[in-house]
């Protein structure tokens, strides 16, 4: 029965990294439709109303509690991380921004340093040698590209989600009582309000209201919003975080792999060098965080 258990939750897992990878070619092609940040009101105010239903349908709490850190929330998850990153959608590739976006394990481990006094020690030294060399061969700073901005801007997007899930993790220590949707929901209504004021100030032509854009934000609503929370709340219920947490990291190879069959973004071979090498800082911060994990809780390491 546990077997079967187990096998459902990889399941849920591998849907929610096909989901979330692809996604990555849905934004791009959403912000040739609208401005980002109509993109992202859209997104962030409607993938909110939706996942206070989900939070309503399934008996959750409901209640805002903790409200300043909720804001900071917000501010860094739905402003910082998925507001940027749709911005750098706008003049940088879909795979590109995918994989500089998750670099968000390696920024977590550098902040928890000074945030948690969690020093960098070891076998993670090499993960922050490999994700430096990395980022650098993508950027490729001796020649200057046209997209060296939305670069940057996929970068701090996964600076601001490393900061929000430091955060977050300080927020379960002092409140481990809180529920995990409560605090995803709120923080992307709270967040969505900058976001709306913006698309609603800054000039920029009306929305093409065409079936593709329709399409996307169907697809940000429903697939990579409300059901990719629920396949990724079952699958941490069911698995050790460390698991969910590296088989997730699939997501952005799957990004470049669909930018470069469906909109033509073939990667050059420094590129693919910088992405293997991010990709190997990930997989070897996963693979210390899963150690980690089985050496504070051998029982649930065995699952």
């Given at each position: 029965?546990?077997?079967?258990?187990?096998?459902?939750?990889?399941?849920?897992?591998?849907?929610?990294?096909?989901?979330?990878?692809?996604?990555?070619?849905?934004?791009?092609?959403?912000?040739?439709?609208?401005?980002?940040?109509?993109?992202?009101?859209?997104?962030?105010?409607?993938?909110?109303?939706?996942?206070?239903?989900?939070?309503?349908?399934?008996?959750?709490?409901?209640?805002?509690?903790?409200?300043?850190?909720?804001?900071?929330?917000?501010?860094?998850?739905?402003?910082?991380?998925?507001?940027?990153?749709?911005?750098?959608?706008?003049?940088?590739?879909?795979?590109?921004?995918?994989?500089?976006?998750?670099?968000?394990?390696?920024?977590?481990?550098?902040?928890?340093?000074?945030?948690?006094?969690?020093?960098?020690?070891?076998?993670?030294?090499?993960?922050?040698?490999?994700?430096?060399?990395?980022?650098?061969?993508?950027?490729?700073?001796?020649?200057?590209?046209?997209?060296?901005?939305?670069?940057?801007?996929?970068?701090?997007?996964?600076?601001?989600?490393?900061?929000?899930?430091?955060?977050?993790?300080?927020?379960?220590?002092?409140?481990?009582?809180?529920?995990?949707?409560?605090?995803?929901?709120?923080?992307?209504?709270?967040?969505?309000?900058?976001?709306?004021?913006?698309?609603?100030?800054?000039?920029?032509?009306?929305?093409?209201?065409?079936?593709?854009?329709y399409l996307t934000i169907i697809y940000s609503i429903f697939l990579s919003g409300s059901l990719a929370w629920v396949l990724w709340l079952y699958a941490l219920q069911r698995l050790p975080a460390g698991v969910a947490s590296m088989a997730s990291m699939l997501a952005p190879v799957i990004g470049v792999s669909a930018a470069w069959v469906q909109l033509g973004e073939r990667p050059s071979q420094i590129e693919l060098l910088g992405m293997l090498f991010?990709?190997?800082?990930?997989?070897?911060?996963?693979?210390?965080?899963?150690?980690?994990?089985?050496?504070?809780?051998?029982?649930?390491?065995?699952?």
């Open positions: 029965m546990q077997k079967k258990i187990i096998i459902k939750a990889f399941i849920a897992l591998f849907l929610l990294t096909l989901i979330w990878g692809y996604n990555w070619v849905v934004m791009k092609l959403a912000v040739q439709y609208a401005s980002p940040f109509q993109f992202a009101a859209l997104r962030t105010f409607l993938g909110a109303i939706m996942l206070f239903i989900v939070l309503f349908l399934t008996k959750r709490p409901l209640a805002l509690k903790e409200f300043p850190t909720m804001l900071a929330l917000g501010l860094l998850q739905t402003c910082g991380f998925t507001g940027l990153l749709i911005w750098a959608l706008v003049s940088g590739g879909a795979g590109k921004t995918a994989v500089l976006s998750y670099t968000m394990p390696f920024w977590v481990m550098l902040f928890a340093w000074p945030m948690l006094g969690e020093k960098v020690r070891g076998w993670q030294w090499l993960a922050v040698a490999f994700a430096l060399f990395g980022i650098v061969l993508i950027f490729d700073p001796l020649h200057i590209k046209a997209d060296g901005f939305s670069m940057t801007l996929a970068l701090l997007s996964g600076i601001s989600w490393a900061i929000s899930a430091i955060v977050s993790k300080k927020l379960h220590q002092r409140a481990p009582h809180l529920d995990l949707l409560n605090i995803t929901a709120w923080p992307t209504l709270l967040g969505s309000i900058p976001i709306i004021i913006l698309a609603l100030v800054l000039p920029a032509p009306p929305i093409q209201w065409t079936h593709t854009f991010i990709a190997l800082a990930l997989v070897t911060i996963s693979t210390i965080t899963i150690r980690k994990h089985q050496a504070i809780d051998p029982a649930q390491g065995q699952e």
